[in-house]
């Protein structure tokens, strides 16, 4: 019998990815972790309400897991540090632990194509072997960069297991609601003078879907999710009728620092390094999972972005 487990199962692509594991024959059990309720059930699954800040290692062996996924993780920027360390870090330690103790045969990390960096001299295609460049002062990004050495040190230590690493673009669709979403559809949109960089998208369901085929079908390594067209940022404001504010770097990136530290969400909900990632390049080609799985991409990024629209001009 074989048994998954997936931490941050009721979150936004965690409720996605376990209803198509749910119905993969190749899993027998689905051991699914979170603080929140799974607003389902299935007759596979088990929910057990627990926080990646606690060891899991005895779940683990209790419900003796054959391969996992993490999911867990804070998006939206918090201004407390710690906590987001004590989750993002912790809990990536937690799982792993948990997965040294009973031996997986695989796991995933779901990491993001953020930790390539936004730069002015990225290639237009950002390849899976690429240096992993994201810029400091991004808690998000720097806890991903982080998740990424202690993955890439369990895949060193135990060369016996099959280690996947995800890197998702900027994930849209019906059911996005984050610090993203909230920045596409608000009306005034703050942007960096002379900057219209490509913003690379990918619906939720096709994330979702690429999780699970790179889960049970990939050999060991990173993967790209990203879908095919990515979407300039100016298209984007201009689709959601948005007023464009454009201000020079020497403006915009001091301002941001003001907006985040005095907590004013109509200028920022971030710290201003998340202005590179609307200021420079960062598409991460997402064609090796095409290559190695059987996994297709059903949407590029301007129908992703519509799926988005839609649904919040139709909600």
Known sequence: MTTLALTGASGYIGQRL???LAEAPEIDRILALD???LPFQHEKIIFVRHDVTRPMTDLFIEHQ??????LAFIVDPTHDREYERRVNMGGTKNFLDACHAVRVEALLVSSSATVYGARADNPPLIPETAPLQGRP???YVEDKLAQEELAARYAHEHPECRVLVTRASIVVG???N???SRYFTRPLAFVVRGANPPMPLVHEDDTARATAHILLQAPPGAYNINAPTPVPLRDIITRVNARVIALPPGVLYPLAAVGWKLRLRFITEAPPAILDYIR???VADGSKVT???DFRYQYDGYSALEAFLVARRHP
Not at 65 to 70: C, D
């Open 174 to 176: 019906p059911h996005m």
């Open 18 to 20: 376990i209803r198509i």
């Open 178 to 180: 984050n610090f993203m």
């Open 291 to 293: 290559r190695v799985t």
């Open 280 to 282: 420079y390049p960062w």
């Open 137 to 139: 002062g991004f808690p």
């Open 65 to 70: 897991v054959r391969i996992a996924a993490h």
């Open 35 to 37: 603080i929140r309720p």
